[in-house]
């Protein structure tokens, strides 16, 4: 008997601006009913953009659109699932904008109601451990809904330390979490313009001023590739965190496109597994 996996698509239903970079968008709608969340705060769907003059529309046989001409394919990109709403049955995503660059940030800017986003997933591997007392979470804009939704899973007992990485002040997201929550932001435009390699030396020097336990301590890192390596080559190597103690992961790398990312992501994990 051949399983044919369901096809999951929403609509949106409403946009809303909440940094000058990020923007959230929830989903509802029919296509939904085969949703089923997992256990992983860090939890990502892949989602699936028709590319134009593509001959078919959200909902389409994923599998069939690859047999297509390649120009055709279904553009694959991962998102962290921001929150789910069991009882509405709404999708929350938010999604980093730079105006019309790139495929999801365009297509989030332009959203409107009505509008519909097919899907694959979920997947994750990371939730805070409800029996540490610390948290630590880094990382830039692509983290911050998941680091978002990681601090709503930390126990009332536990510390959680967030050190983001954002343009500036009107970037910076309000963030909550049951127990003690310190955050510390740095700013990409306070450093000299073009010294973009700056911030993610910045960012490692305010994680390593930071005062919190040499054990018990879970550690999320998740951003950008360079700056992701950065800390976590501090983390291992001077603070000698044990390594199942620590989910980091490079979602983008900064002057490369998502599609020559992936060409080389594996390569950059091995070498980043030799580093510490």
Known sequence: MVRTTPVMYGAVEDVEQLT??????????????????????????????????????????????????????????????????????????????????????????????????????PGGGYRPDPHLGWHLLVGDESALPAIAASLEQVPAHATALVVGLVDGPDAELSLDCPGQLKIIWVHRNALPPGDSEAAGTDLVQAVAGLDFPSDGVHGFVHGEAVETRAVRRHLLGDRRMPRQALSVSPYWRRTFTDERWRTVKREWLSEVERDV
């Open 20 to 121: 000058p970079q990020l923007v959230r968008v929830i989903l509802g709608g029919d296509g939904l009913a085969p949703f089923v969340p997992d256990e992983w705060s860090d939890s990502y769907l892949n989602l699936l953009f028709v590319p134009p003059d593509a001959p078919y529309t959200v909902p389409f046989d994923a599998d069939g659109a690859r047999r297509l001409d390649r120009a055709c394919w279904p553009i694959p990109r991962r998102y962290t699932v921001r929150s789910w709403d069991s009882e509405r049955r709404r999708l929350a995503i938010e999604f980093v904008v730079h105006g019309e660059t790139g495929t999801a940030g365009r297509w989030a800017l332009n959203a409107q109601p009505g509008d519909l986003l097919q899907f694959q997933g």
